[in-house]
Nanobody, 125 residues
Framework: QVQLIESGGGLVQAGGSLRLSCAAS????????MGWFRQAPGLEREFVAV????????YYRDSVKGRFTISRDNSENTVYLQMNSLKPEDTGVYYC??????????????????WGQGAQVTVPS
C-alpha cells in the first residue's frame, strides 16, 4: 500500500519558519517528481512547489519564491519543504504528492496520483 505521510506542520508567528517532511512508503518515487500543494479554507487547492525526479529542477509559485525551498532525499524516499519568513496568507493544509508520470516535472494537481493526508500550517495575522 502506497502512503505519503506529511509531518512538521503547526502554528508559527509571522516571520517564523517551519519544515515540512513527506515520507513515502510502499514503492519508490525516485523516478517521479514530487510536489507540495496547499489549500486554504474556502479556496481551491493550489500549487506551491515541485522538485524533479533527480532534484535538479524546481519550480515555485511566485508568492513563495525566495522564502520556500523544496528538496528531496531519494535514498530515504522523502521530500521536504523548508518555509521561511512565513506570512498569514501561507496558512492552509499542505499536501505532498507524487507525479503520475515518470521523469516529468508537473505543476498541475490533476497530474499527481498519490497524495498525503495533509499537514496544517497556521500563521496568525
Amino acid at each position: 500500500q502506497v502512503q505519503l505521510i506529511e509531518s512538521g506542520g503547526g502554528l508559527v508567528q509571522a516571520g517564523g519558519s517551519l519544515r515540512l517532511s513527506c515520507a513515502a512508503s510502499g514503492r519508490p518515487f525516485s523516478r517521479n517528481a514530487m510536489g507540495w500543494f496547499r489549500q486554504a479554507p474556502g479556496l481551491e487547492r493550489e500549487f506551491v512547489a515541485v522538485i524533479s525526479w533527480s532534484g535538479g529542477i524546481t519550480y515555485y509559485r511566485d508568492s513563495v519564491k525566495g522564502r520556500f525551498t523544496i528538496s528531496r532525499d531519494n535514498s530515504e524516499n522523502t521530500v521536504y519543504l523548508q518555509m521561511n519568513s512565513l506570512k498569514p496568507e501561507d496558512t492552509g493544509v499542505y499536501y505532498c504528492a507524487a507525479s503520475a508520470r515518470e521523469y516529468y516535472t508537473d505543476t498541475v494537481a490533476r497530474t499527481y496520483n498519490y497524495w498525503g493526508q495533509g499537514a496544517q500550517v497556521t500563521v496568525p495575522s
